[in-house]
């Protein structure tokens, strides 16, 4: 390990990483030294793009086949990865799946799919993972949340069970995997512009969505996969070590105004409150 390769020697999985915020994640534990196992479900050839970027990078990569809502698949993951990596010192749970429909419409099979897929799977796959990570003296577990876990969103509501259990899962494995030397977190990426938002039907049916949630951002931008990878890669560093069984929001302040207020009113001190709270250009007016 060095100053520029922090990771080398490091083995991480990182599930759903054919694509999105998960090969962002992948190539940026390339890019500080790790080997990388990249696990994908359907599509295989997202997955090959991942690892040739790996391997351009001078690190071992591996592709590993599984529905990690599946225990079989899940168990099957990891045996593979136990003969092919032989190790393993990161786990990131990044693959979600879910239906994304009204409360009503809402069916008994897409509440086991989700739930099997964004927070079963966290569960048991920490189960796995722990035995190789002692092995090795310790290691680091970050799952991908959603704001969705405490906010409601449309049509949201399974995925946004699901990832709340995984955010209660997250604070359970940090517990009891401290004793191993196990860091267990999670991060609540906002919108994020992915192929993942064009199975969303509020995307889709709203127009400027995008330039909104952007005029809306006080950082003045969207939130990006490398943001992300950037924030999983820290929580997995020995400077990360102390933040346990935490879910770190990650969406440039989006979430952080309160809505209906016109903070366009009041930029940088330009207009400025007395000390009863009104607004000086507007006697009658009330802010907050």
């Not at 990771?7 to 999105?20: D, H, N, V």
């Not at 003969?83 to 429909?101: E, M, P, T, V």
């Not at 796959?125 to 190789?132: D, G, H, K, S």
């Not at 209660?168 to 267990?184: C, D, K, M, P, S």
Request: glycine fraction near 12%.
């Amino acid at each position: 390990m060095t100053l520029d390769l922090p990771f080398e020697g490091k083995i991480a999985l990182i599930t759903g990483s054919g694509r999105g915020i998960g090969r962002a994640i992948a190539l940026e534990f390339a890019r500080l030294g790790a080997d990388i196992v990249v696990n994908f479900f359907r599509n295989s050839a997202p997955a090959r793009e991942t690892m040739a970027g790996i391997q351009a990078l001078g690190r071992q990569a591996w592709a590993i086949k599984a529905n990690i809502g599946e225990i079989d698949h899940l168990n099957r993951l990891f045996d593979e990865l136990e003969k092919q990596a032989g190790g393993l010192d990161f786990l990131i749970c990044n693959a979600a799946s879910g239906y994304n429909r009204p409360v009503m419409s809402q069916k008994p099979k897409g509440w086991d799919w989700t739930m099997n897929i964004n927070a079963r799977s966290v569960l048991f796959a920490a189960q796995r993972a722990a035995p190789l990570m002692k092995l090795r003296g310790g290691g680091a577990i970050v799952s991908v949340s959603s704001p969705g876990a405490a906010r409601v969103l449309p049509d949201y509501v399974l995925v946004g069970a699901s990832k709340a259990a995984l955010e209660a899962v997250t604070r359970y494995l940090a517990i009891e995997l401290a004793g191993f030397n196990i860091v267990v977190n999670a991060v609540s990426p906002g919108l994020v512009l992915t192929d993942a938002l064009k199975h969303f039907d509020v995307v889709l049916k709203e127009a400027n969505l995008v330039e909104k949630a952007l005029s809306l951002t006080p950082a003045g931008r969207l939130v990006t996969p490398e943001d992300i990878a950037g924030v999983v890669a820290f929580l997995c560093s020995p400077g990360g070590s102390m933040i346990r069984g935490q879910t770190i929001l990650i969406d440039g302040g989006y979430t952080l105004p309160i809505q209906g207020v016109d903070w366009g009113a009041i930029p940088g001190g330009e207009k400025q409150q007395d000390g009863s709270g009104t607004n000086q250009d507007d006697p009658g007016r009330r802010t907050v």
